[in-house]
């Protein structure tokens, strides 16, 4: 498709049960081979970039040109964000992962709306999004399991975000509250706050963050990863020390 980006219709890129195939402008894309080990697959027209995450990409057409850029933030250094970005620009195909077993969701947004992602959620933008690396209070930092910093998320254009293990949306009516557990929040733009949950030994655990939760206020939509990577990581560690 060197002259532009085929119909949504007549996608050529690989394929899988439970696709999630749509349009944009000067491209089309699908998320395939859900829900644990998903891709993004990316056909990009003449002269349009996309912005990635570094390491994302797999395999592209090599009519594809990519473009790596630098910006040093302190903020970024210590709270262990990205560095640098690697922008990629049509035509051809592009298909991009993140670096764990996850899956990957798109969200649109129309210029009148800000989300905040968690600092390892992002995968990939189209151009139109304005992505910023913003504190949160040291109380969330401390216990949301997010970290100090997070991306907020405006503009207009099509964002991917990305999980460790599936992703589930929540969406929240005016008032309705809802409650998440430290450590598996992915994407959300409603106000939460950090809560006490009664359960045996909170006030020992409170070091590490256990018994305390993420309680959401709508309106709003939340999107939930259903695994822990702090916890998985300290799962793999143990489970590899035994071995």
Not at 36 to 60: D, E, H, K
Not at 81 to 108: K, W
Not at 140 to 167: C, D, N, P
């Amino acid at each position: 498709m060197p002259g532009g980006a085929p119909a949504a219709g007549h996608f050529v890129g690989a394929g899988a049960t439970q696709d999630d195939v749509g349009t944009f402008n000067g491209g089309s894309y699908r998320i395939s081979h859900r829900d644990t080990n998903s891709i993004l697959t990316v056909q990009l027209a003449m002269g349009c970039p996309l912005t990635a995450r570094p390491g994302a990409m797999f395999a592209m057409s090599p009519t594809i040109t990519l473009k790596g850029s630098i910006k040093f933030s302190l903020k970024k250094f210590v709270a262990g964000g990205e560095l640098s970005t690697s922008t990629f620009t049509g035509p051809g195909e592009l298909l991009l992962a993140p670096p764990s077993l996850g899956d990957i969701t798109n969200i649109r947004l129309s210029g009148s709306e800000m989300w905040s992602v968690s600092k390892d959620g992002f995968l990939a933008c189209t151009q139109g999004i304005v992505k910023e690396y913003k504190s949160q209070s040291l109380s969330k930092a401390m216990f949301s399991g997010e970290g100090l910093f997070v991306y907020k998320i405006s503009g207009s254009g099509i964002l991917w975000v990305t999980s460790m293990g599936a992703i589930l949306r929540k969406d929240l009516q005016e008032n309705e509250k809802y409650i998440v557990d430290n450590g598996h929040l992915v994407a959300w733009n409603c106000k939460y706050v950090l809560e006490r949950v009664a359960s045996g030994g909170v006030i020992s655990n409170l070091s590490s963050g256990e018994g305390l939760v993420c309680k959401f206020t709508g309106p709003g939509t939340i999107f939930i990863q259903t695994r822990n990577p702090t916890a998985m990581a300290q799962w793999f560690g143990a489970h590899t020390g035994a071995a």
